[in-house]
Nanobody, 124 residues
Framework: QVQLVESGGGLVQAGGSLRLSCAAS????????MGWFRQAPGKEREFVAA????????YYADSVKGRFTISRDNAKNTVYLQMDFLKPEDTAVYYC?????????????????WGQGTQVTVSS
């Protein structure tokens, strides 16, 4: 099992930036692909971005492509989500998780060891 702790959320104006971090401890972090998801009030949890174990492949939801960047530092057991040009519709709780299933990167069902989440609020 991996323990994940997200940080870096907050309140920002539209057009601003935030950088989320997800610190991992436990089983070997560098063996797994990682993902970021988000959940807004009254909505289902949705895929945001994913990164392969080596960092060589990244995937993004269409809604964030070109604005968000996922990266990882395996030496620090940390995954990052750089969020630029934020929009009010990006407001949500953001979660990181481990792709233990090794399957579809966009599917929450392939992930486990979810963190507690960090709130991102974008004002208009």
């Amino acid at each position: 099992q991996v323990q994940l702790v997200e940080s870096g959320g907050g309140l920002v104006q539209a057009g601003g930036s935030l950088r989320l971090s997800c610190a991992a401890s436990g089983r070997t972090f560098s063996r797994y692909s990682m993902g970021w998801f988000r959940q807004a009030p009254g909505k289902e949890r949705e895929f945001v971005a994913a990164i392969s174990w080596s960092g060589g492949r990244t995937y993004y939801a269409d809604s964030v492509k070109g604005r968000f960047t996922i990266s990882r530092d395996n030496a620090k057991n940390t995954v990052y989500l750089q969020m630029d040009f934020l929009k009010p519709e990006d407001t949500a709780v953001y979660y990181c998780a481990v792709n233990v299933g090794g399957g579809a990167y966009w599917s929450p069902g392939e992930y486990a060891d979810w963190g507690q989440g960090t709130q991102v609020t974008v004002s208009s």
